[in-house]
């Protein structure tokens, strides 16, 4: 028998999103004989131990009798059990300083860690993740810190409401401005953020036309790779290339800068891809970018100007121009920055589900069985051991590398 727990999220601030809702738990029970769900009781998760309890699944306080322990956010080094198989989102592929205590751990304790960020498509795109629900609640922050600054509409608060669904009713006789919104990026982010701009029925341009004239009504524009990034010496694009060596690229963005007001940032990054722009440009009296919704939110990262995470109570921050400081919001003289690093616990139950979905239907069967190359690919830590593919996480661990 296959025991599978369902952690306790101990991250501060707590997390309320699960990898298996009540109703994904029960029909794993009745589709499969050698495999029980666990959950260990919690007073935060979006659904109750009660409904846990209706649906078939066991509340414990321990986990110890599992095999495979699921969760979401990081796991404090004090609740890690040494043995285990766990599944959740460590932050410690870009050799994060803040979690290298919990991976050392893990080492120590001989534990088997599956990250849920490493599973990918063999062309290198991910496979599970709360990216769409990211994009739909990271969208809506952005046009409601645009229309607080501007005055021009209100939007409710996401997390006010109860579902994905009455959400969408918050936008019936929705009246928008005459705005310009470049949104970046092609992946689960963007098809959130893509969501809202069509729930709110804001007008799609071809990049090349929003780049030479305004408009009298809202409208976006999506740019991608191509639009986004182009080789230092050919001035061509390739995505296998690009993502191979991003370094060898410079990026485009720049323009957007003077000619959106808004701009939705749904792009991965890290170390060795283009910043969209550096950060001395915002003092450009050209500029126009009054909001910026970081919804891949990296600090310093793709928008170098986003300072660090806000709450989901209070999600946006200004920079000044002038000092490159963090301000109160919607300031003359500041860009605003919406940047919260946990936008789909607003939505949890809908992100969980939707989460649980690509579980069940992506990974299970591998994980349940006999594994496979893409389970292999993102496993960081087998048996308390830094695998092949992450081996270049070593001097991260021994503290020698920032």
Known sequence: MIRIGLIKEGKIPADNRVALTPAQCKWIHKNS?????????????????????M???????????CNIILGIKEVPVEQLISGKTYLFFSHTRKKQPRNRQML?????????????????HEDGERIIGFGFFAGVVGAHNGMMAYGIRTGTFNLERVYKQRSFR????????LKLPRMKIVMTGSGRVAHGILEIMNLMGIHEIEPDEFLSRDFSYPVYTQIKGADLYEHKKTKRYSREHFHTHPEEYDCKYLPYAYSSDMLM??????????????KEV????????????????????SVPINLGDQSIEDPVYGVDKKTFQKTDPYLNGSVDIMAVGNLP??????ASRYFGEQLIKQVFEDLLGNGSPKLDKATIVKNGKLTNYFEYLKDYVDGNSE
């Open 166 to 173: 009455e959400l969408i009713h918050t936008y019936f006789g």
């Open 104 to 120: 050392q751990t893990i080492l120590e304790r001989r534990i088997t860690l599956i990250d849920y960020e490493c599973l990918e």
């Open 345 to 350: 616990n607003e939505l949890p139950r809908d």
């Open 282 to 301: 915002i003092q450009d009296p050209n500029f126009r970018l009054q909001t910026i919704a970081d919804i891949t939110d990296d600090s310093g990262g």
């Open 265 to 278: 940032n749904g792009v991965f990054w890290d170390q060795n891809i283009p910043r969209l722009f550096d």
């Open 33 to 53: 004989d050698s495999v029980k769900v666990l959950a260990q009781s919690s007073p935060q998760r979006c659904f109750t131990d009660k409904e846990y309890q």
């Open 55 to 65: 649906a078939g699944v066991e509340i414990t306080d321990n986990l110890n009798d």
